[in-house]
């Protein structure tokens, strides 16, 4: 059963850490998104990779944040130095780069920065 | 640019009681449209999608059509479950302007009362 694996599940951490998140795509997908879901703000894209390359990642602040995909099984999403306005949940989600097809989502990391 | 717009929630129903969820959505090409769902605590998965004009899709008694004069995809189910509470999210990817990046509404929250 393919699916998007994110670890960790839940994260809490103090304010100034460095906070490090990582997704395992669906074998086989050159898609990644890396998205975050608050109450205010609702879905918002952070970033998106194709074939590893960052294709758009215009919704991340520069700052602080910052996305790579070392090789095709991985990719990390990172914060540093954190802040509590970051708490959120973060998802990623993968696809396989053909028309009309979907976004597999993980089950998102639950981010609390005190 | 592309966007979608859905109907504000939360939404409460009683079980068996007829739901309909309002999408309309910009777009300058030809995009895909899709639902989501999603679980308390759990990602995203795809209820179901079109990616024609006229298109039904359908899955597990939800339904909704691709309507390009009227720009919509409204979600409905003639009769809802307890299980069905959830959030629904309305989105388009439009292949041919931005590969498969999909765009989300806002999500809308129901809840089904017995």
């Known amino acids: 059963d393919a699916r998007v694996t994110q670890t960790p599940r839940d994260k809490v951490t103090e304010m100034g850490q460095e906070v490090t998140m990582r997704c395992q795509p669906i074998?086989?997908?050159?898609?990644v998104f890396w998205y975050r879901q608050t109450m205010m703000q609702g879905l918002e894209l952070l970033a998106y990779?194709?074939?590893?390359?960052?294709?758009?990642d215009s919704g991340m602040p520069k700052d602080r944040f910052s996305a790579e995909m070392p090789d095709a099984t991985l990719a990390t999403l990172k914060i540093q130095p954190s802040e509590p306005r970051d708490s959120a949940v973060y998802f990623c989600?993968?696809?396989?780069?053909?028309?009309?097809?979907?976004?597999?989502f993980g089950q998102g990391t639950r981010l609390t920065v005190v | 640019g592309n966007s979608v717009t859905q109907m504000e929630g939360p939404v409460t129903l009683s079980e068996e009681a007829f739901l309909t969820i309002n999408c309309t959505y910009t777009?300058?090409?030809?995009?895909?449209l899709f639902w989501y769902v999603q679980y308390p605590g759990e990602g995203l998965q795809l209820l179901l999608k079109?990616?024609?004009?006229?298109d039904k899709g359908s899955n597990k008694g939800f339904e909704a059509t691709y309507r390009k004069e009227t720009t919509s995809f409204h979600l409905e189910k003639g009769s809802v479950q307890v299980s069905d509470s959830a959030v629904y999210f309305c989105?388009?990817?439009?292949?041919?302007?931005?590969?498969?990046?999909?765009?989300f509404g806002p999500g809308t929250s129901l809840s089904v009362i017995p």
């Open positions: 079109a990616t024609k004009a006229d």
């Open positions: 989105a388009l990817s439009d292949y041919l302007t931005s590969y498969d990046k999909v765009i």
């Open positions: 990779f194709r074939n590893r390359a960052p294709l758009d």
């Open positions: 074998l086989g997908h050159n898609t």
């Open positions: 777009a300058t090409g030809y995009p895909s």
């Open positions: 989600a993968s696809a396989s780069g053909q028309a009309n097809t979907e976004a597999f």
